[in-house]
C-alpha cells in the first residue's frame, strides 16, 4: 500500500500549516506543529481567538451497543450488510469491537452498480481484505443486490448453515439497503413457530427491536442502521445525498489524464490531485451527475471560492464554505505499475496505477479515505 500522510491545515481559515516563512500564510512555531494532541491553528488565527467548533455525531447509539453486546456475550450470529459501491473498509473501533471474534457473515448489497466486468470472486477478496486489517475473518462474504434479486435466497441458506441454535442480529449502516433486505426476506419467510412475527421491547433496554422467529428457541433481530458520520452521508445535506451521491444505476468509470500538478474539482465537494510524479489516467467511479472539472493546481483555490456563489460545477454544500470545513491527506505511491484503488467513503473511488507519484485527496472534514487493492478486475 501506499503511505499516507495528513497535510495539516489550520483548523479555522483552513491554510496549510507551515512553519518557515512567518510572513507566509498558514504559519505556526515548529514546537506547535510538532504537537500532534492538540488542535492546530495558524499564528494569525489563534491571535484572533476563532475557534471551529464543528464536531461530527456519534456511530452507534446507546441502544444498539448494548444489543450488540448482548449478541457477543451470546456468542451470536452477525449478519452485517454493507453497500459495495460506498464501503471502503474504514470501520469505527466501536463497531469492531462488538463484531470482533463472533460468527460473522457479511452481506455486500448492491452489486448491480458496479461495472458488469467486476466479479463475485475479486469483490469477495476486496472486502475480506479490509476486514483481514482488523483481525477479522467473516464466515462467508455474500455478494446480492436486493435491485435485481441477485444472489438473494444465499442469505436465508447461509443464515441456516451458520446459526445453529443461535439468535441472529442483523446490523447495517445507514443506506446499505438493510431494511430492503428484510422487507425482501419477510416476502418469503416461512414462520414455523407459534410465535409471531412482531416489534417488540428488547429485554431491560428501552428500544424496540423487529423480531422473527427462527424457531422455538431463537429469533432474528434487526437493529436501527448505525450512523455514518465517518461518510460523506454525515457531511453533505440529506438533499444533496439524495441527488448527487446515491446511486439509482450502474456507475460509469470516467477517465482523466493528469499531469503533474493536475487537479480534478468534483463540484465543491472534494478534490483529487496528482502533485508530483509520472502522468497519470485516473478512473472515477463516482455519481454522473458530479460534475467533475480538470484545472492545474494554482488556479483550485481561486475556482473553488468563486464556486460557492456561482454554482459553475456542482454539487456545492452550505456546509463547506471554505477550506478550513475540509481534511487534506497525499499517498506516497508506490512504483509497482499495479492497479490501486483510493475510496472516499461513501461517495466513490478512483483506480490508478501505482507509478511512485503523489496522490492528494481533500474531503470534508471526519470523512474516511482508504487506499488498497480494487474491488474491481
Known amino acids: 500500500m501506499g503511505k499516507m500522510s495528513r497535510v495539516l491545515r489550520c483548523n479555522n481559515c483552513g491554510e496549510i500549516l507551515q ?12 514546537l506547535i506543529l510538532k504537537d500532534t494532541n492538540r488542535i492546530l491553528y495558524c499564528e494569525n488565527c489563534y491571535q484572533k481567538r ?9 456511530s452507534i447509539d446507546d441502544n444498539s451497543f448494548k444489543i450488540l453486546s448482548d449478541a457477543k456475550n451470546n456468542n451470536s450470529l452477525i449478519v452485517l450488510i454493507v453497500d459495495i459501491f460506498a464501503f471502503n473498509g474504514v470501520i469505527k473501533k466501536t463497531i469492531i469491537d462488538l463484531i470482533k471474534d ?13 461495472p458488469l466486468k467486476s466479479s463475485d470472486e475479486q469483490i469477495i477478496k476486496f472486502i475480506k481484505s479490509r476486514f483481514k486489517e482488523y483481525e477479522i475473518d467473516p464466515l462467508d462474504v455474500l455478494i446480492i443486490s436486493t435491485n435485481k434479486g441477485y444472489n438473494f435466497e444465499t442469505i436465508k441458506e447461509k443464515i441456516k448453515i451458520h446459526a445453529k441454535n443461535k439468535n441472529v442480529y442483523i446490523i447495517g449502516g445507514k443506506g446499505s439497503g438493510k431494511t430492503a433486505i428484510i422487507n425482501r426476506l419477510l416476502k418469503t419467510y416461512k414462520n414455523t413457530t407459534n410465535r409471531p412475527i412482531q ?18 428457541n431463537t429469533n432474528a433481530y434487526e437493529l436501527d442502521g448505525f450512523s455514518l458520520d465517518d461518510s460523506i452521508y454525515g457531511a453533505l445535506e440529506r438533499n444533496i445525498i439524495n441527488k448527487y451521491v446515491l446511486l439509482k444505476k450502474c456507475v460509469k468509470v470516467r477517465k482523466f489524464h493528469l499531469k503533474e500538478n493536475d487537479t480534478l474539482l468534483l463540484g465543491g465537494i472534494a478534490m483529487i490531485g496528482l502533485k508530483q510524479g509520472k502522468n497519470s489516467e485516473i478512473k472515477a467511479y463516482f455519481n454522473e451527475k458530479i460534475e467533475i472539472k480538470k484545472m492545474p493546481l494554482s488556479k483550485e483555490k481561486i475556482f473553488f471560492k468563486t464556486n460557492l456563489i456561482n454554482k459553475n460545477l456542482l454539487p456545492v454544500s452550505d456546509l463547506l464554505q471554505d477550506f478550513s470545513n475540509f481534511d487534506l491527506f497525499q499517498y506516497e ?21 501505482g507509478l511512485g507519484q503523489t496522490i492528494y485527496i481533500m474531503v470534508p472534514k471526519g470523512v474516511a479515505i482508504k487506499e488498497g487493492i480494487p474491488r474491481l478486475c
Not at 476563532?50 to 456519534?58: A, D, H, I, M
Not at 475510496?343 to 483506480?351: H, N, S, T, Y
Open 19 to 30: 512553519s518557515d516563512n512567518i510572513n507566509l500564510p498558514g504559519y505556526i512555531p515548529t
Open 50 to 58: 476563532k475557534v471551529n467548533r464543528g464536531e461530527l455525531s456519534s
Open 102 to 114: 463472533v460468527p460473522l457473515i457479511i452481506v455486500a448489497n448492491k452489486k448491480d452498480l458496479l
Open 199 to 216: 416489534t417488540i421491547k428488547y429485554k431491560d433496554i428501552d428500544a424496540k427491536v423487529l423480531t422473527m422467529p427462527i424457531d422455538d
Open 333 to 353: 505511491m508506490e512504483n509497482d505499475n499495479l492497479d490501486h484503488e483510493i475510496a472516499i467513503k461513501g461517495l466513490g473511488f478512483i483506480i490508478f496505477k
